[in-house]
């Protein structure tokens, strides 16, 4: 298994000097960090700036979305290559604030991920249940539902590019997230999803957990065997933050 990976999504936050300043700062500590491999996913209007600012340190940087065209007349998108061209080695995709709030489907993000990995970006998938899903016992099925149709056409060399982010809805941006047992249990059930979609890459993919993580809850759930890392929303702002989350095993 590849190290542990720590990426932050800042979604729609920090102007362009508020990232430079975030960056500069957590370039020093993040030396100290031995055991995780960090990634840093700023607004588009930051990439280039951070993406200087990175360079001989071990920070990489993401997007956090993407068109799946090269280029075109698609007012308003971002294409792989200017993501490239930004530096990015990650991109975040199927967020579920993007399958809510832009009416992303699987049939969507299944291209966006066959772009991506066209492109040498490495995706980080996301998938999860609402709470009413959660509810009604439609956990795994709406899990199962969303990586198969998300995975199509998707050969097993480019699948193992994939870093998969179980992220509850319910547990993002909530404060309430999932207890370590629970997201263990989703993550066993997907590393088994893989295995059955491909052999032998599921031991070496990472299945990273998002949705509330914080400095006080990040240990207990990267003690469990199938939690290989965490994306981070609303603690990944604050440097000291994601510094004591990035570190918590140093
Ligand atoms: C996220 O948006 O991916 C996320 C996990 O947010 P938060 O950590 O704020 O719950």
Request: glycine content about 6%; aromatic content about 8%.
């Given at each position: 298994?590849?190290?542990?990976?720590?990426?932050?999504?800042?979604?729609?936050?920090k102007?362009?000097?508020?990232?430079?300043?975030?960056?500069?700062?957590?370039?020093?500590?993040?030396?100290?960090?031995?055991?995780?491999?960090?990634?840093?996913?700023?607004?588009?209007?930051?990439?280039?700036?951070?993406n200087?600012?990175?360079?001989?340190?071990?920070i990489?940087?993401g997007?956090?979305?993407?068109?799946?065209?090269?280029?075109?007349?698609?007012?308003?998108?971002?294409?792989?290559?200017?993501?490239?061209?930004?530096?990015?080695?990650?991109?975040?995709?199927?967020h579920?604030?993007?399958?809510?709030?832009?009416?992303?489907?699987?049939?969507?993000?299944?291209?966006?991920?066959?772009?991506?990995?066209?492109?040498?970006?490495?995706?980080?998938?996301?998938?999860?249940?609402?709470?009413?899903?959660?509810?009604?016992n439609?956990?795994?099925?709406?899990?199962?539902?969303?990586?198969?149709?998300?995975?199509?056409n998707?050969n097993?060399?480019d699948?193992?590019?994939?870093t998969?982010?179980?992220?509850?809805v319910?547990?993002?941006?909530?404060?309430?997230?999932?207890?370590?047992?629970?997201a263990?249990?989703?993550?066993?059930?997907?590393?088994?999803?893989?295995?059955k979609?491909?052999?032998?890459?599921?031991?070496?993919?990472?299945?990273?957990?998002?949705?509330?993580?914080k400095?006080?809850?990040?240990?207990?759930?990267?003690?469990?065997?199938?939690?290989d890392?965490?994306?981070?929303?609303?603690?990944?702002?604050?440097?000291?933050?994601?510094?004591?989350?990035?570190?918590?095993?140093?």
């Amino acid at each position: 298994m590849p190290k542990p990976l720590i990426a932050a999504n800042w979604k729609m936050n920090k102007n362009i000097e508020e990232s430079i300043s975030f960056i500069n700062n957590f370039k020093n500590s993040s030396k100290k960090i031995k055991n995780a491999e960090i990634a840093i996913c700023p607004p588009f209007t930051s990439l280039n700036e951070v993406n200087k600012i990175i360079k001989g340190s071990n920070i990489k940087i993401g997007a956090q979305n993407m068109h799946y065209e090269d280029n075109g007349a698609f007012t308003g998108e971002i294409s792989p290559l200017m993501l490239k061209d930004a530096g990015c080695d990650y991109v975040i995709l199927g967020h579920s604030e993007r399958r809510e709030y832009f009416n992303e489907d699987n049939q969507l993000i299944n291209k966006k991920l066959i772009s991506a990995l066209k492109n040498n970006i490495n995706p980080i998938l996301c998938v999860g249940e609402k709470l009413e899903q959660r509810e009604n016992n439609q956990t795994f099925d709406v899990i199962k539902g969303q990586l198969t149709n998300c995975l199509k056409n998707i050969n097993k060399e480019d699948a193992k590019k994939i870093t998969i982010a179980y992220e509850p809805v319910w547990a993002i941006g909530t404060g309430k997230n999932a207890t370590p047992e629970q997201a263990e249990e989703v993550h066993k059930f997907i590393r088994g999803l893989l295995s059955k979609l491909y052999s032998n890459i599921s031991e070496n993919t990472r299945i990273i957990y998002g949705g509330s993580v914080k400095p006080n809850n990040i240990k207990d759930l990267m003690n469990q065997d199938n939690i290989d890392g965490a994306l981070v929303g609303g603690a990944s702002l604050k440097e000291e933050d994601f510094f004591q989350i990035c570190s918590y095993s140093d």
